[in-house]
């Protein structure tokens, strides 16, 4: 009996180990879903999600302007419906408009006739904006798994995600706190999340526009150029 408990313990202490190992390298893995993308060069991308906001993504337009910085904008369907004046602004003054499902849907709960119907529908209004679809998607919350994301790029999307989280979506982040989430981490990595939007529409993004001049600031001042994702440099093959 003591020999059978043994067994159990270290059979369950192995599951346990593995689980353990799985997190680990999800949390590791999860900012790092970008292929193709040359990180010799200082050139480094902004993107939002989650908009276009009838407030936020006004000011923080402003900013970029002023700035003269262009950012990528990852566009939920149903806000674009809200917000049509909003997106054509964000295509007219340079920035790149992409693909973050209709109603900011979880990928891994849904089949993928779903996904894609989300898909589609956002991709016909960005079209009806920008004239053209550039195919780059976002999963929101970089949910995807590896089957849904060969699916899509089968059928010509470029799944893009994030290497700096600057993990501005959190309740009661300071200005401070947005600010080193990104510059502490931006050795070698490209690509730098933000949120213009809540997909609810309830939080506050006043402290990611807060930040935005300053970070902008000092990444300038470190030698960086900002490119939209569609202009990033693709390793040579």
């Known amino acids: 009996m003591n020999l059978t408990f043994r067994k159990?313990?270290?059979?369950?202490?192995?599951?346990y180990f593995l689980a353990?190992?799985?997190?680990?390298?999800?949390?590791?893995?999860?900012?790092?879903?970008?292929?193709?993308?040359?990180?010799s060069?200082?050139?480094?991308?902004?993107t939002f999600d989650d908009g276009p906001d009838h407030f936020y993504t006004g000011m923080i337009l402003d900013i970029l302007k002023e700035t003269n910085v262009k950012a990528t904008f990852f566009?939920?369907?149903?806000?674009?419906?809200?917000?049509?004046?909003?997106?054509?602004?964000?295509?007219?003054?340079?920035?790149?408009l992409a693909n973050?499902?209709?109603?900011?849907?979880?990928?891994?709960k849904k089949s993928f006739k779903e996904i894609l119907s989300e898909i589609q529908q956002t991709e016909q209004l960005l079209v009806k904006v920008c004239g053209e679809s550039n195919k780059l998607f976002r999963p929101p919350w970089g949910h995807i798994t590896n089957s849904e994301k060969l699916g899509l790029e089968k059928l010509g999307y470029k799944i893009v995600m994030w290497d700096i989280n600057s993990r501005d979506y959190k309740p009661g982040i300071s200005v401070?706190?947005?600010?080193?989430?990104?510059?502490?981490?931006?050795?070698?990595?490209?690509?730098?999340?933000?949120h213009d939007s809540d997909f609810r529409s309830?939080?506050?993004?006043?402290?990611?526009?807060?930040?935005?001049?300053?970070?902008?600031?000092?990444?300038?001042?470190?030698?960086?150029?900002?490119?939209?994702?569609?202009?990033?440099?693709?390793?040579?093959?």
Request: net charge positive; glycine share 4%; charged share 30%.
């Open 8 to 15: 159990n313990k270290l059979y369950s202490f192995r599951l």
């Open 20 to 39: 353990l190992l799985l997190i680990i390298l999800c949390i590791r893995c999860e900012d790092k879903f970008i292929e193709n993308i040359d990180r």
């Open 41 to 46: 060069d200082k050139s480094i991308a902004l």
């Open 75 to 96: 566009l939920v369907g149903n806000k674009i419906k809200e917000n049509p004046k909003v997106a054509e602004r964000i295509f007219k003054e340079g920035h790149c």
């Open 100 to 108: 973050h499902t209709y109603t900011h849907i979880n990928l891994e």
């Open 176 to 194: 401070n706190e947005i600010v080193n989430n990104v510059m502490r981490n931006i050795d070698g990595n490209k690509i730098i999340v933000f």
């Open 202 to 237: 309830k939080a506050s993004r006043e402290n990611t526009v807060r930040a935005l001049p300053e970070i902008i600031g000092s990444l300038k001042a470190l030698g960086y150029n900002f490119v939209t994702v569609d202009k990033m440099k693709a390793i040579s093959q």
